[in-house]
């Protein structure tokens, strides 16, 4: 069970996942030791599934971001899941509903790459493609 303490503490870590637990008992109240505890108990119970770093792809040589949608050809679907691990481009992707079967957020160096990426992707089915342009970071008080 998940109280509002630990919502308090879900939402510092996900602000800031590499703050302390000094950090994390001073902004909410609570010694070090009982964050830790709290901490501990929510991965425990698979609440917090992993930390993640951001990276900022374009300072590393990739310069496009783009979400891509493919409507899997029919039959194709378990392959394409299965290959998925191939397409190191591949930042995300989910299985969706609707008409297409995929959505996938990819990182690219150029366009060229981005069109080398989609003839890859060809061979399971029809791509649909929205670069993007900027990230919209809504103001964060409550992620919950």
Not at 15 to 30: V, Y
């Amino acid at each position: 069970m998940v109280d509002d303490i630990d919502y308090l503490i879900l939402n510092e870590l996900g602000n800031n996942s590499r703050t302390s637990f000094a950090d994390l008992g001073r902004k909410i109240n609570l010694s070090a030791s009982a964050v830790r505890e709290r901490v501990q108990k929510l991965e425990d119970n698979g609440v917090i599934k992993n930390y993640s770093t951001e990276i900022d792809h374009s300072k590393i040589g990739y310069g496009i971001e783009a979400f891509i949608i493919l409507k899997v050809f029919s039959g194709k679907l378990k392959l394409f899941i299965s290959d998925a691990n191939k397409f190191p481009e591949m930042q995300k992707a989910y299985r969706i509903t609707g008409t297409q079967n995929i959505h996938m957020k990819v990182t690219l160096k150029n366009q060229l790459h981005l069109q080398q990426f989609i003839d890859q992707l060809i061979d399971y089915g029809d791509t649909t493609t929205h670069l993007i342009l900027s990230e919209i970071t809504p103001a964060k008080s409550n992620s919950f």
